[in-house]
């Protein structure tokens, strides 16, 4: 398998938790590398652009409402097959149907405060790690 990068953002319930030590330390476990970090706090601009392709979803407004409710880290994350490897290690989007061990299963809060993003495909990779990180950022 390839040597993939995904985007990976901690999101506000994690941040305001402490749990991004935690969390980090599964991905590292698992053998994926953060070649690039950044805490911010978005703006529902580039909340509501993020997440774009749920607009239409009636937990879209609730959505942007809530990552922009605290803080979250960015990161890529680097590794073989990285992106579907993150979301084996995140889980399932709803922590009651996430897999023991999981991120989501440990930590998450709710199907919405539920930690973690992960890129869910090679072109949303590349269009999610370009809308927070430049090249120069990313440092393998
Ligand atoms: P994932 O993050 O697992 O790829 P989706 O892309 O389907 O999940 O949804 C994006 C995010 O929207 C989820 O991670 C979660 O925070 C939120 N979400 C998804 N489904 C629901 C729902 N039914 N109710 C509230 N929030 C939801
Ligand atoms: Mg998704």
Do not use: W
Request: neutral net charge.
């Amino acid at each position: 398998m390839a040597i993939e990068r995904t985007l990976s953002i901690l999101k506000p319930d994690a941040t305001r938790r402490n749990l991004t030590g935690k969390i980090n330390a599964k991905f590292e476990e698992a053998g994926l590398r953060i070649v690039a970090q950044k805490r911010l706090h978005l703006s529902e601009a580039q909340a509501g652009a993020f997440y774009a392709e749920h607009k239409a979803r009636p937990f879209y407004k609730d959505l942007v409402s809530f990552m922009t409710s605290g803080p979250v880290v960015a990161q890529v994350l680097e590794g073989e097959g990285a992106i579907a490897r993150n979301r084996e290690i995140m889980g399932a989007s709803n922590p009651a149907s996430a897999a023991a061990g999981t991120i989501r299963k440990e930590f998450a809060e709710s199907i919405e405060a539920n930690c973690g993003h992960g890129s869910d495909g090679t072109e949303a990779a590349a269009r999610e790690v370009s809308f927070f990180f430049a090249g120069t950022e990313i440092v393998g």
